[in-house]
């Protein structure tokens, strides 16, 4: 099966630039997570949809961080304006439901100077 | 709040070496425990999952972790590594029943010398 597809792989901004990401879940799956992974850390979740409604987004900085999912398959994460803590790299992932494995995509590594 | 934490920052051996790296929890309720692999240049993967049942797990690549309740630990094993282990590995926990938020431990770089 096709994995997770993200784009773009690679971005480079300055500080309060805006910025988005895309992401292609496997098909079939209902839930989609974006997870934030700065370097030297983990993956912390930023946002989890169900379809297209929002499950968790706890974790989320609303100020500046916004995301979609719309028609419940593909999904955009939007951060504006960015900062320079935001540089990371972001991942999405889905799973078929909520109690199955996570299937990750490759990341997109955001560099803010 | 849950929480996971990751012994070992950094680990290096040489192959055929045997390899064990800790991972510890804090969750007061029934919880499913993961292990994911990151190859260089690659995206995340499982490497094995404990969701109840037989407390030791056996995953891909010759991977196994044991699942200890007393000690809230699930601690990653393999008897001999190989070159190709070179990864950086993942501990993640979610509540059972609950929306399947993964909590991930900080990470561990594993390098194996050939």
């Known amino acids: 099966e096709a994995g997770v597809a993200q784009s773009p792989r690679y971005k480079i901004i300055e500080k309060r630039q805006s910025v988005a990401f895309w992401c292609n879940p496997i098909s079939g799956h209902a839930t989609l997570y974006w997870y934030q992974q700065i370097l030297g850390q983990g993956p912390k979740l930023l946002i989890q949809f169900q379809n297209n409604g929002v499950v968790d987004d706890s974790q989320l900085p609303k100020d500046r961080f916004s995301a979609e999912r719309l028609k419940g398959v593909d999904s955009t994460l939007k951060i504006q304006p960015a900062k320079l803590e935001d540089s990371a790299v972001y991942l999405c992932?889905?799973?078929?439901?909520?109690?199955?494995?996570?299937?990750f995509g490759n990341g997109t590594r955001l560099t803010v100077t | 709040a849950q929480s996971v934490s990751q012994h070992n920052h950094h680990v290096i051996l040489s192959e055929a070496a045997s390899l064990e790296l800790g991972c510890n929890y804090s969750y007061g309720g029934t919880v499913n425990l993961f292990w994911y692999v990151q190859y260089p240049g690659q995206h995340l993967q499982l490497l094995l999952k404990y969701f109840s049942g037989d407390p030791l797990v056996k995953g891909i690549k010759g991977f196994e972790a044991e699942f200890i309740k007393s000690k809230f630990s699930f601690n990653l094993r393999k008897p001999s590594v190989q070159w190709s282990d070179t990864a950086e590995y993942f501990c993640?926990?979610?509540?059972?029943?609950?929306?399947?938020?993964?909590?991930f431990g900080q990470g561990t770089t594993l390098q194996v010398k050939p």
């Open positions: 992932a889905s799973s078929s439901d909520r109690s199955s494995p996570l299937h």
């Open positions: 993640a926990v979610n509540a059972r029943g609950n929306t399947g938020k993964l909590i």
